[in-house]
């Protein structure tokens, strides 16, 4: 029997092959969701850099937010990383949602990042 890290890394490992064989070249918009916050980064994988970032402990965002996990403050990280990635010449990605279902907190950061003006 696996152990729910062993079966979350598998997902996650599983989802990045399957943005490899689809992305183009494309950065990749990565989410880390954790009890207390939520991180996001726009990666380029054939340089190994990060290109862009934002999370819920941003100082422009610390103060106006009531907490860093919830939807409101996901949707804040959502805005911001696409001002960030327009900032560094990135208008299209893939979205790596992780080994987390497309729903709740990772949802309203992935439709806020497509307001924002993001394409994936």
């Not at 183009?24 to 970032?53: C, E, M, N």
């Not at 941003?58 to 939807?71: E, R």
Request: net charge positive; no cysteine.
């Amino acid at each position: 029997m696996s152990s729910n890290l062993e079966l979350q890394v598998r997902r996650r490992a599983r989802l990045r092959y399957q943005l490899r064989q689809k992305s183009g070249g494309r950065p990749r918009l990565s989410v880390f969701r954790s009890g207390k916050h939520i991180y996001a980064q726009i990666i380029d994988d054939a340089q190994g850099r990060t290109l862009a970032a934002a999370s819920s402990l941003d100082k422009t965002l610390k103060t106006a937010l009531k907490t860093g996990a919830d939807k409101d403050a996901a949707a804040a990280v959502g805005k911001l990383i696409a001002e960030r990635s327009k900032e560094a010449g990135v208008t299209q990605v893939v979205f790596d949602r992780g080994s987390y279902l497309y729903h709740g907190r990772v949802k309203a950061l992935a439709e806020a990042a497509r307001e924002g003006g993001l394409d994936f």
